[in-house]
């Protein structure tokens, strides 16, 4: 997905850039980016590729030759930025986070109407960032356009733009992704991750709204933009995305986690006397099954630890054997609670299944004697076309997919049939759900209600984004481009 951070300061900006930067580095691992302006206006950029290094490693050495009073940062899973733009505005630097599903259709039309040329990123695939930066140059003014860029795209996008020693922040249109305003004295910083300000010494200012756009000085945040008024913030962040420590409309990711864990513990009183300890698949099936095991009244132990120090997220990597193997080389079994014990394991969430296969199959190897799986979501039927959650080519990639088509016996699937599959408890929806159970070898297999996720993340349910599990969103217009 990705992530970004901006400061703007009195004095200088680059410790904080860095660090606040750094602290979003658990949302991508293919790029990283820092631009900074100084006093006089003139910028300074580093882009380097954190595929296989930490962010830090990277600009360590860049950083004492940075100095400035505002800048932006960037990590990145896609596209090399923040990017900088020469334009009728001047010099500006960019970054962006979502996603443009009419990528074709907004440079086709840019083309007729004389755009030149635009450039490419490393993996022969147009920069969306430098698309975004095209439309905001198309309108009088840096706000006008960042407004006119919303209602063009559809997806979503957020960004951040560095100019005049200022910044433009703006949340994306329907506020799928979280954009933050922190302060301290003589400073104004901007994120998406809270977790980026405690140890910087910021407080929480307030949140950007649906589609606002902001201004950005040392001395507060004027809006340029009103927000509107309705909001689809992606639920995923509580679920898996959002680091433990963040907050998100006023609600921390790791106390919804927890409340999910103890609804999730509901539906099997009957059967945990049978369960020998609750175990969380490392590092975000963990504050799920800790929740799980205060409710069960059983011991939460550590079946897998996690090694981190050189291995990086798994799911970034687009060769499939890569993440698998980046999975498996990151969790290490401790033998002695796996041997002979009835284990049941919290999880975020099961994708494709590949890597729980191959976990459930180590897990066999070690001794187990059952393993019992929950699922802290719904069963995930529909792909992300808004925040690139999954990079999978085809929602037949989905477990659940795969499930259905089985049990259906064709790849041709109406609205109609996949819709009786999402009736919780149906007969079609646990005969789905024992198909995937029994495609990765697991003793009993549930999943989280949506009704009970919704209840543990605290929000209306018209407020967060729940496409990838009923495939219902904002009915939009076909985007009028230019």
Known sequence: MGGFFGVVSKTDCVC??????????????KRGGLAIQDKEGNFTRKIHDISNAQFRSKFDNDIPKFAGVAGIGSISDGEAQPLIISSKFGCFAIVTVGRINNIDKIVSKAFELGHSHLSENGDGELNPTEIVAMLVCTKKSIPEGIEYAQKVIDGSCSLLILSGKKIYAARDRYGRTPVILGKKADNMAV????????????????????????????DGAETLVAPGKTMKLCSF?????????????????EVARYRNGILLAEDDREMLNSIDSICGIPDSGIPHAIGYSIAAGKPYQRAFVKYTPTWPRSFMPQNQKLRDLVARMKLIPICDLIRGKRLLFCDDSIVRGTQLKDTVKRLYEDGVKEVHMRSACPPLVFGCP????????????????????????????????????????????????????????????KFQSLEKLIAAIGLPAEKVCTYCWNGCDVKDEEPQIF
């Not at 904080?16 to 691992?29: E, F, R």
């Not at 994120?191 to 040392?218: K, Q």
């Open 16 to 29: 904080d850039l860095y660090y606040g930067t750094d602290y979003h580095s658990h949302l991508g691992t």
């Open 191 to 218: 994120t998406m991750e809270t977790t980026a300000f405690p140890n910087l010494d910021y407080s929480i200012d307030r949140e950007l709204g649906p589609g606002e756009v902001v201004e950005i000085t040392c």
């Open 237 to 253: 962040f509580w679920v898996y995305y959002g680091y433990p420590s963040s907050i998100y409309e006023g609600v921390t990711t």
């Open 386 to 445: 808004f925040i690139n959650f999954s990079r999978s080519r085809s929602e037949l990639d989905l477990a659940t997919r795969r499930a259905i088509v089985k049990l259906e016996g064709t790849e041709d699937l109406s609205d109609e049939v996949i819709r009786e599959y999402l009736v919780y408890n149906s007969p079609k929806y646990l005969a789905m759900v024992d198909e995937i159970r029994k495609s990765l070898n697991l003793t009993t297999l």
